[in-house]
């Protein structure tokens, strides 16, 4: 089969197109057809070996994926061939990831895909809304009729946030930085968007909220607004902290007197139990419709590297996809 192969860590031009052996299910385990893979950020932190991450050599990328199911092995219960699924990760295994024409997966990788989304729509959900749902939900406890901010609401899981924020009964506020973008957030369900290039905006966001601050701000580059999110937030307000790419001062007098939370969040921090009752709830979502996710940008397989510099490029218009 073709997959994508990377042999040293390095620039895009290391995500080579190969032949590798097909695979057989063994015991316990799902032969997936991929056909679509979704590309995340972290796929070029784990390719350059940045932010602290070094892969065994050698490896197809790839959490995210979409197709039907070809075979199972035995000892395998509830899924069948011809099953339309979406995929949470892969089974660890040699030369194993989703941007491939197939992969092994284990049952707790395997999700139902309903009727109504596509391929390359299932390839965009596992990271984005599991990030999404663990963010708002697991660290910072959003209750109905709160208001939160998706800083950096245009991209994978600023879709997955809105979409699921406003299931939830939140008031939404997301910023995008491209006009596009910001037809697109409003689209998916903010009631108000921002931009986060234009100089005001903070003080816009502000006042939008009649000078109270927001509840709950779901960050995506920290390392330029942490600073500027602890002054928008109301009392007892948090933020959580998704996406960051570089150091940060902060004032940390800006959390005393709203008793201001300041949360990580890593979603390989999620234990198997969370896997499965995070899934229970996006399954839920995206059979009900309230989960869409949105695919702006389709490449074939074999141009992974370029899909490699677009998910890296701003401009965001949901999720980048892998078709293979
Ligand atoms: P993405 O699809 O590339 O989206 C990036 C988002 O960041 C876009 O909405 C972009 O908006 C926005 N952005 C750019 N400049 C910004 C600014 N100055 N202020 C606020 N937002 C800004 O990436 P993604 O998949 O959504 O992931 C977002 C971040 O979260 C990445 O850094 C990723 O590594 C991280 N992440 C972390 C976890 C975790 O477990 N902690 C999981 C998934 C993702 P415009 O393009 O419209 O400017």
Known sequence: MKAIVVRETGGPEVLVLEDIPDTIPGEGQILVRIHAAGVNPVDVYIRSASQGRTPALPYVP???????????????????????????????????????????????????????????????????????????????????????LVHGGSGGVGIASIQLARALGLRVFATAGTERGRALVIEQGAHRVFDHRAPDYLAVILAATGGRGVDVIIEMLANVNLDKDLGLLARSGRVVVVGNRGRVEIDARQTMGRDAAILGMTLMNATPEDRVRIHAA???????????????????????????????????????????
């Open 62 to 148: 790839g959490l995210d994926g979409a197709g039907v199911v070809e075979a199972v092995g035995p000892g395998v219960a509830g899924w069948s061939a011809g099953d339309r699924v979406y995929l949470s990760g892969t089974a660890a295994a040699p030369l194993n990831g989703t941007y491939a024409e197939r992969a092994l997966c284990t049952p707790a990788h395997v999700h139902p895909l309903p009727a109504r989304l596509s391929f390359s729509q299932g390839a965009a959900v596992n990271v984005a809304y599991a990030t999404a749902y663990r963010s708002i939900v697991d660290r910072a406890g959003a209750r109905p009729g709160e208001t939160i």
């Open 282 to 324: 996006l399954d839920a979502g995206l059979a009900n419709g309230n989960l869409s996710p949105v695919v702006g940008r389709e490449f074939a397989l074999a141009e992974a590297a370029a899909a490699h510099v677009a998910v890296m490029e701003p401009g965001a218009y949901g999720k980048i996809v892998l078709r293979p």
